[in-house]
């Protein structure tokens, strides 16, 4: 899993950061700290802070170790291991 945040487009709401506090973090007013390779354990909550991104500046990228090679770019079928 690859995050990329938009910077740009980011406003400081900080949804992520109360939604996945050890990979989103806010410094300052506007600044935001993210992990871009968060460890799998997160997935859950990533995929939650991304969703509830009011500007939607979040992008959540899979390996392709997370789709079973194929390189698709979106979540793994459900059901895959």
Do not use: K, T
């Not at 995050?3 to 109360?18: D, E, K, M, S, T």
């Amino acid at each position: 899993m690859r995050l990329i945040v938009n910077l740009n487009r980011c406003q400081g709401y900080a949804q992520c950061c109360f939604l996945a506090p050890d990979v989103f973090e806010l410094h300052g007013e506007e600044a935001l700290w993210f992990d871009p390779g968060p460890d799998e354990a997160q997935r859950e909550r990533v995929l939650r802070a991304a969703a509830s991104c009011p500007v939607q500046a979040i992008v959540v990228e899979w390996s392709g170790a997370d789709d079973g090679g194929r390189g698709e770019g979106g979540p793994p079928p459900a059901g895959s291991s």
